[in-house]
C-alpha cells in the first residue's frame, strides 16, 4: 500500500507539507514550504496525486505528462511548474504558491452579497485566463506549432490572487499533438460537462477554440451567477449544450455595455469558425472594450481588493475555495440513458469530472 502523505511530512528531501489547500478528483493540493540551506524558507503549492491512483500506471503517466506540458509553458498567468518528485510511492508535482481565491469561489461570493460583480472585473479576468490560454495555443516545439488545448476551463481552475492577477491552473486533461501519453479513448470527452463546447458533445476533436468557448461560458457564468448550460440533469445540460441554447446576457445584465457583450456573444457562437481568429485576439478586442471606460482606480487593484475581502469574510485560510468540491471521473453509458440520447451518443462515451444524476 502506498503511504498516505500527513502533514509535517517531508518529501524529496526538501519539501515540508503543511496543510491540505484544495481538493481535487485525482489529486490534493499542499500548501507547503521549500527549505533550502542557511534557513531559506518559500511557500510552495504541492500537488499529490491520491494514493489509489498513484498504483496505476496509466493515471501515473498522466500526472508525469501534466508536469511535462506545465513546465514547458511560461506566462505570467499560469502557475508555473517547478519541481516533480516521486517519493516512498507517491508522486508530487510542486508549484508556485498562488494566495487568493478560485473564480467560483469569487463569483459565489459577490451574490451572495447581493451585489454581482462588476462587469470591468470580470473582463480584466477574461483577458488573464486568455492570455493563459494563448501561452498552449500558440506553443512551438524545435520550429514547429506544437498547440496544448486546455480542455477543462472552468470556474475552479481560474485563481485569481491578492495581487489582482489571474492564473490558469490544471493541464491534466491537457489535449497536445506531442502528448506522450493520451488516456482519452477514441469517442471519449473529457472535462466537465457545462463548460463543453458544442463541437466536442457532438464527438469533436477538442481545439484552441474550444477553449474560446469556455471562456466565453466563464464570463457569462461569473456576470449572472449561475451556470449557462445548467439543465435539471445532465441529459438536459447536454442538449443545450449540442443545440448551443445562448441564453441573451443583455436582459440580465442590463448595466454591462453592448459591445462587451456582443464580444461574450461571439466567443459563445456554435461554430468555431465564427469565434475569434485567437484567443490572444480575443483578449485584444476585451482590452479595447475596456479602454473605452474610465475607470477611477486601477483594475489589478480592484480586483485584489475583491479577492482579499473574499478570502477574510469566508474563512478561507490556506484554501482558495472549498475543500468539499471534489471532481470525481465518472462515465455517461448509453444503457444508463434515455433511447433519445443514446440515438445522439451512439458510440460516444462521456468521461466527466461530476456523478451524473447528480444536480450541482
Not at 109 to 122: A, D, K, N, T, Y
Not at 154 to 174: E, F, M, W
Not at 279 to 284: S, T, Y
Request: hydrophobic share 40%; charged share 25%; net charge positive.
Amino acid at each position: 500500500m502506498v503511504e498516505v502523505p500527513k502533514p509535517g511530512d517531508l518529501i524529496g528531501g526538501r519539501y515540508r507539507l503543511i496543510e491540505v489547500a484544495g481538493r481535487g478528483g485525482m489529486a490534493d493540493v499542499w500548501r507547503a514550504e521549500i527549505e533550502g540551506d542557511l534557513g531559506f524558507r518559500r511557500t510552495v503549492a504541492v500537488k499529490q496525486m491520491h494514493p489509489g491512483l498513484a498504483e496505476q500506471p496509466t493515471y501515473v503517466a498522466m500526472f508525469v505528462e501534466e508536469a511535462r506540458l506545465g513546465a514547458a509553458l511560461e506566462s505570467p498567468n499560469l502557475a508555473e511548474v517547478r519541481d516533480f518528485i516521486a517519493d516512498r510511492g507517491n508522486y508530487f508535482m510542486v508549484l508556485e504558491w498562488v494566495e487568493g481565491v478560485d473564480l467560483g469561489t469569487w463569483t459565489r461570493w459577490h451574490f451572495e452579497r447581493g451585489e454581482p460583480p462588476r462587469w470591468e472585473l470580470v473582463a480584466a479576468v477574461g483577458v488573464g485566463v486568455l492570455r493563459g490560454l494563448a501561452a498552449g495555443h500558440e506553443r512551438v516545439e524545435a520550429g514547429v506549432p506544437a498547440p496544448v488545448v486546455h480542455r477543462d476551463v472552468s470556474p475552479h481552475n481560474i485563481l485569481l490572487t491578492t495581487r489582482g492577477l489571474v492564473k490558469v491552473i490544471d493541464y491534466g486533461l491537457a489535449l497536445a499533438t506531442d502528448r506522450t501519453v493520451e488516456a482519452t479513448e477514441p469517442g471519449v470527452v473529457k472535462g466537465k460537462m457545462s463548460y463543453l463546447s458544442p463541437e466536442i458533445v457532438s464527438g469533436g476533436r477538442p481545439i484552441p477554440a474550444s477553449d474560446q468557448f469556455s471562456v466565453g461560458s466563464v464570463m457569462w457564468e461569473a456576470l449572472v451567477g449561475r451556470k449557462l448550460f445548467d439543465g435539471a440533469n445532465d441529459y438536459e445540460t447536454y442538449t443545450r449544450l449540442r443545440e448551443c441554447q445562448v441564453q441573451p446576457l443583455k436582459p440580465l445584465r442590463p448595466d454591462v455595455p453592448a459591445d462587451f457583450v456582443g464580444l461574450i456573444t461571439r466567443a459563445l457562437a456554435a461554430r468555431p469558425e465564427a469565434r475569434y481568429p485567437t484567443a490572444r485576439e480575443f483578449a485584444r478586442q476585451i482590452g479595447t472594450a475596456l479602454k473605452k471606460v474610465q475607470l477611477r482606480r486601477d483594475l489589478h487593484s480592484m480586483l485584489a481588493r475583491t479577492v482579499v475581502d473574499a478570502r477574510a469574510s469566508m474563512g478561507l485560510g490556506a484554501r482558495t475555495g472549498d475543500l468539499s468540491v471534489l471532481t470525481p471521473i465518472a462515465e455517461l453509458r448509453l444503457e444508463d440513458q434515455p433511447a433519445a440520447f443514446g440515438d445522439r451518443l451512439r458510440g460516444l462515451r462521456h468521461k466527466l469530472p461530476s456523478l451524473f444524476g447528480r444536480k450541482k
